[in-house]
């Protein structure tokens, strides 16, 4: 019997045991008997024919296996890789992406061949000797370039490299600028950005010819969506695979996926009859795992001279890499453009998105996806706007946000937001910051030579994804619900299998604290599994704040199912009616004799042993359950940032972050802090450091670590946060999504910041990440 | 070429190639795959161990340069079964979500509190300069590295465990550096 109740409580995490000793297993970490490796060649060009393969100087080389091509892997009956969403109403194309380049390369690190050998060195070192002949094509990389004429062409039957053409529209746009007193407009470029998470992929796949079976262990966050779309490409059926995601070191996103390298390993193993290993090279990752972003991005925002919203009007175009990823089209559209009412009333709402192909990495999700951007736009151009009508930030976001409201409330986007209630997370982040001292100060400072900026964002998300019936209706290809199966054994332990696959995020805790919670017993005699389709039962997968949201609901239905069989199995043993039996921290008892009980685990050890139950009762104490959510769920805040620029060197000093969120309940707070902190810093990494450069032949130039700025220690303040909880109706614990949020209001927050700080000195753009450089010269400019 | 390397107490003497890396001879020569390799150009710190007494990016360097040396990775730091400080502190203050940069982190953080127990959350995020987190925000790393540092007492594991016990993370790098390798 438990004495607190788990819930809401700083639980210290079960899965830090095993990380803090190095015992956890990570994909590259496995080894099996008569394992063998795989390194991949990969073009040093953006796109060129490819006019030969001679592969001999490299099978020749000492432990080769076998060198592959894309003829070889096409002619095994390995098909292209799928893409898994294909937006409805947008002529979508779906070209071709042949797990290994046939004939034409369209990327730099596209795939070109194969060499499995005895060790990693060896495969690396007979890579480098496969000689491949090339001959350059004309290049694009730059998304609204792409769609001119005379632009280089990546696919045959994609004109103009246009994928899709999607617009989202809501009340008469027209009619609303038409009406307008003031319009602001802004081209923003919201840069593409690499994911990296801090374990590079890998891949160890063994086929089983006996048995005719295939087992995948891959660095994925949705082990059950590799494995359906796996036996879309590769000639194995669905349930002659195993997919396991071990310990994933960090996603972001970029193991949302199902990606080339996964179908490569399984054709190794089946060509080779060994296990086949591969694990990229950060450089191998940066050029061959998804980027995330990079939008050009032509916004108007029409208003009132009293600062009221009318309308919004963008055109997008969206840059997509050279072929699509599992859900890039997803990304810039509906996770996108069905956000740019955030948190205001605005009534006329039109945004078109072209996807766009370039001579580029593939582009897909990266944390927060589509709604980072949407999230920026918009609160850039609020920001505009005030800045237009010389008034107060906060206060134009007063004027607009939608008052508070419990019961659903629809956007001219047609989204309909659960719960939200943004005036108060927008009080207490000023509050909290205390905003009217900080423009004071800022006033003080100003006079005497000194740039200080205050940013404020007012930000909701949609994630919580999603009902199924939308996840149809928008294109996606799969499901979005999620199910879980609760098993006690007759010991009284318990046991959660759940479909969806955290890497990172503690839902091992979070989860077990939920059925701890609910059932009455204690954390450690609950154990979480998940990442094993041969284990788990079906779900979706962990993304887009959905894990802890979605799931939830699952465990909740079978949770309930386990007290109702428990009731009538304790009514059994205790002699009395069922409806007379009460449940409450782990004991059944006849309502006013909480004295004489049954526990939980008296319950499961009687369903186990089946000696003596009710009749009709069948043995055992198991339940599984399915839940498909109703809706989205849309969590909100209020973000506040303090930065100072030295206008002679053009450096940034981030001194304050104030953050007040609503993620609805904590199940634990000690985590949702944790979630913030991670998702704030990859948002001002977006503001101030992040950004990928290609140059004009498609070359990637921020090709390692040493070239692309993470976020480290020694750039941040220490974050104040807090918190406003507002309880969704869609899940029965109440809980909204917490993974991206940081993410989705950090990058506008500093970025209004720095422009409120150099406001005095006439820039109001500078293109991020906002490096000391480019800051710099647009001082120098707008000086000169 | 033959290498003979101390790790974690145990003596391995192996016939290795001369290019390969350190981590690499841990990872799949010895088998202990706690330490995790994160990049390939030195910035990322997740193979972070002590070689001698100093943290080290273990990327950074030949097996055959430590030849002959004493190493300790991630798995070395538990004493008599029981948690290492700084393990604990990384447990009790969440610094660690995904637990992939968490060894190197940890190898560094304790050569931080070793030369300054009780340094300043400034010291602590530079100190910091060489190791990558993408999913903490750091913030928790650096309450764990601060309370471990407010634990540690003479007598604790942060110091003794070891050959050299008050060299600084600068200290290492320069030693490292004198050694013909970059860390």
Avoid at chain 1, 288 to 307: K, M, P
Avoid at chain 1, 601 to 609: F, K, M, S, V
């Amino acid at each position: 019997m438990t004495t607190t109740r788990p819930f809401g409580r700083a639980v210290k995490r079960k899965e830090d045991a095993r990380f803090v000793t190095g015992i956890g297993k990570y994909t590259d970490d496995l080894v099996l008997p008569g394992m063998v490796h795989m390194a991949v060649v990969r073009s040093p060009y953006a796109h060129a024919r490819i006019t030969g393969i001679d592969t001999t100087p490299a099978a020749g080389m000492e432990g080769v296996i076998g060198v592959f091509t894309g003829a070889d892997i096409a002619a095994a009956g390995f098909g292209g890789i799928p893409c898994a969403w294909v937006v409805p109403d947008s002529d979508t194309k779906t070209p071709e992406h042949p797990p290994i380049a046939v004939d034409t390369v369209r990327y730099v690190g596209d795939a070109v061949a194969i060499v499995v050998a005895g060790t990693d060195y060896q495969a690396r070192d007979a890579a480098y000797a496969v000689d491949v002949g090339y001959e350059p094509l004309d290049v694009v990389v730059d998304a609204e370039k792409a769609t001119a004429d005379g632009a280089a062409q990546l696919h045959a039957d994609v004109p103009a490299n246009v994928c899709f053409h999607w617009t989202v529209s809501g009340g008469d746009v027209a009619a609303a600028f038409d009406a307008a007193d003031v319009i602001v407009e802004e081209k923003i470029i919201n840069q593409r950005l690499i994911p990296t998470a801090m374990e590079p992929r890998s891949a160890l796949a063994q086929w089983d010819p006996a048995m005719e079976e295939l087992t995948l262990w891959v660095t994925s966050q949705n082990p059950h969506i590799v494995r359906f779309l796996l036996s879309l490409d590769t000639p194995v059926p669905e349930h002659k695979i195993r997919v396991i995601a071990p310990d994933v070191g960090g996603g972001f996103g970029s193991k949302i996926p199902h990606y080339p390298e996964d179908s490569m390993v399984v054709f190794a193993s089946m060509q080779t009859g060994r296990p086949v290993k591969w694990t990229e090279t950060r450089s191998e990752n940066f050029q061959a795992t998804i980027h995330g972003r990079d939008h050009i991005e032509y916004v108007e925002l029409a208003a009132t001279s009293e600062g009221k919203i009318l309308g919004v009007r963008a055109k997008t175009y969206a840059n997509l890499g050279a072929y699509l990823s599992t859900a890039s089209t997803g990304v810039p559209t509906i996770l996108h453009g069905l956000m740019l009412s955030g948190v205001y009333t605005i009534d006329n709402i039109h945004e078109d998105v072209y996807g766009v192909f370039t001579n580029t990495t593939p582009v897909d999700a990266y944390r927060g996806a589509g709604r980072p951007e949407a999230a920026f736009m918009l609160e850039r151009m609020v920001d505009k706007l005030a800045h237009k009508l010389e008034m107060d930030p906060v206060e134009v976001r007063r004027l607009n946000l939608i008052p508070p409201f419990t019961d659903g409330h629809e956007v001219a986007t047609g989204l309909i937001y659960d719960t939200g209630n943004y005036a108060a997370a927008l009080d207490k982040v000023l509050d909290l910051a205390d905003y009217k001292a900080l423009r004071n100060s800022q006033r003080e400072l100003r006079e005497q030579g000194r740039y200080v900026g205050i940013g404020v964002v007012t930000y909701a998300e949609i994630c919580g994804l999603g009902p199924s019936e939308v996840a149809g209706a928008v294109g996606f290809g799969g499901g979005l619900w999620e199910s879980s199966i609760v098993r006690f054994h007759p010991s009284g332990k318990v046991e959660l299998l759940v479909g969806v696959n955290p890497h990172g995020q503690g839902e091992e805790t979070t989860f077990a604290q939920i059925v701890a919670d609910q059932l009455g017993v204690d954390i450690d005699d609950v154990t979480v599994t998940y990442g094993d389709t041969g284990r788990t039962p079906m779900g979706w997968g962990t993304y887009g704040s959905r894990t802890t949201a979605v799931a939830s609901g699952a465990m909740m239905g079978a949770i309930e199912r386990i007290k109702d069989k428990g009731r009538k199995i304790a009514a059994h043993l205790l002699e009395a009616s069922v409806d007379d039996i009460e449940f409450e921290d782990g004991r059944f008892y006849v309502k006013g004799s909480p004295d004489s009980a049954q526990t939980i685990q008296d319950i499961a050890l009687a369903a186990n042993t089946a000696w003596n139950l009710p009749e009709d009762t069948e043995p055992g104490l198991e339940a599984s359950a399915f839940f498909n959510p109703s809706n989205f769920v849309y969590p909100f805040g209020a973000h506040v940032a303090v930065v100072e620029v030295d206008a002679e060197t053009g450096e940034i000093d981030l001194q304050r972050y104030v953050a007040v969120d609503d993620c609805g309940p904590h199940i634990n707070p000690m985590i949702v802090e944790g979630q913030i902190h991670g998702g704030i810093v990859q948002g001002i990494g977006q503001a101030l450091w992040e950004g990928v450069a290609y140059d004009d032949n498609g070359q990637l130039l921020t090709s390692s670590l040493m070239d692309y700025a993470l976020p480290k220690a020694d750039f941040l303040p220490e974050f104040e946060l807090a918190h406003t909880v507002t309880p969704t109706a869609v899940n029965p614990l109440g809980v909204k999504g917490i993974g991206e949020a940081g993410t989705i209001g950090s990058t506008p927050t500093i970025y209004n910041a720095v422009m409120d700080a150099l406001q005095p000195l006439g820039v109001d753009k500078v293109d991020m990440p906002l490096t000391p450089e480019r800051v710099w010269r647009a001082i120098q400019d707008a000086q000169s | 070429m033959r290498v003979s390397v101390t790790i974690n107490g145990t003596s391995y003497e192996r016939e290795v190639e001369a290019r390969l890396l350190l981590v690499d001879f841990i990872r799949d020569h010895i088998g202990l795959t706690g330490t995790n390799i994160g990049c390939d150009t030195g910035q990322c710190g997740s193979c972070t161990i002590h070689l001698d007494g100093n943290a080290v990016k273990s990327c950074m360097i030949l097996a055959v340069q430590a030849d002959g040396g004493t190493v300790t990775t991630i798995e070395g730091i538990r004493s008599n079964g029981k948690l290492h400080p700084m393990q604990e502190a990384f447990r009790e203050k969440h610094g660690l979500q995904c637990g992939f940069c968490t060894p190197g982190m940890i190898m560094t953080a304790t050569k931080i509190v070793e030369a300054h127990p009780g340094a300043s959350d400034a010291e602590i995020r530079h100190a910091l300069e060489g190791n990558l987190c993408r999913c903490t925000g750091y913030e928790n790393i650096v309450r764990a590295i601060r309370h471990a540092g407010a634990e540690a007492t003479p007598h604790s594991p942060f110091e003794g465990d070891e050959t050299h016990t008050h060299s600084t993370l600068r200290d290492a790098e320069h030693r490292a550096a004198a050694r013909g390798t970059a860390t």
